[in-house]
């Protein structure tokens, strides 16, 4: 049985996503939909189950924030934040959450030498900052349950700074332009600055009063 496992997705559908989940069986998505369009695109595929993210409103309201079920004889969990899953997890074998934007996969003790695999797919929806764009395919067979952490490596996107130092100085370059009232698009047509990365660097600082350069690039995830 192949599954597609994916988060995040804020309202967009990259081609190259579907693509990767043709084949699936059943499709799971950690939250952060932002759209039934989504939901709609991935069922002309396969079966979803699905929960509620943080932003997903009012259309949401039928979504759980929890889910559970059992699939080819394992029993699943679904929630959007790590945070909101039970501190006991032993009766689990397969516990899927999102939100992060960051990919992980990991097969945890969970008590009485019982092992869990949590998956975050991480996010394949806009891509925040220069995290990276991916989702997971998990294989369920005889020999049991197998993740594949899938890379969407065709997305084209400007090159990022090559260096903390590089996205400090880019960091500061920003906040100081923003502080003399010029605009995301004249900060980036002066300093060669690509417009998405300007525009949330701007927007933490607006957003954040008081906020320092170290303190944008924490919020990075830097």
């Known amino acids: 049985m192949k599954i597609g496992v994916i988060s995040d997705t804020h309202d967009l559908m990259r081609p190259q996503v579907l693509e990767q989940l043709k084949g699936c069986e059943l499709i799971l998505h950690a939250g952060d939909i932002s759209s039934p369009v989504i939901l709609d695109s991935l069922r002309n595929i396969a079966p979803v189950r699905a929960v509620r993210g943080n932003n997903d409103r009012e259309w949401a309201d039928g979504l759980p924030l929890t889910l559970e079920f059992e699939l080819g004889g394992l029993k699943v969990l679904m929630t959007h934040k790590k945070r909101d899953l ?23 003790d969970t008590g009485g030498g019982r092992q869990t695999l949590l998956l975050n797919p991480g996010s394949c929806g806009p891509r925040r900052f220069y995290q990276p764009i991916t989702m997971a395919l998990l294989t369920l067979d005889e020999n049991g349950l197998h993740a594949n952490k899938i890379d969407i490596g065709s997305v084209k996107e400007p090159t990022p700074p090559q260096t903390e130092a590089d996205l400090a100085s880019l960091v500061e370059t920003v906040v100081k332009e923003t502080a003399k009232g010029r605009s995301v698009e004249q900060i980036a047509q002066k300093h060669g600055i690509d417009a998405v990365l300007a525009e949330k660097i701007a927007r933490l600082y607006l957003t ?12 990075m995830g830097v």
């Open 208 to 219: 954040h009063p008081g906020v320092t350069v170290e303190g944008i690039l924490k919020k």
């Open 86 to 108: 039970p501190r006991d997890l032993t009766p689990y074998d397969l516990v899927v959450f999102g939100h992060s934007h960051t990919y992980y996969c990991e097969w945890e």
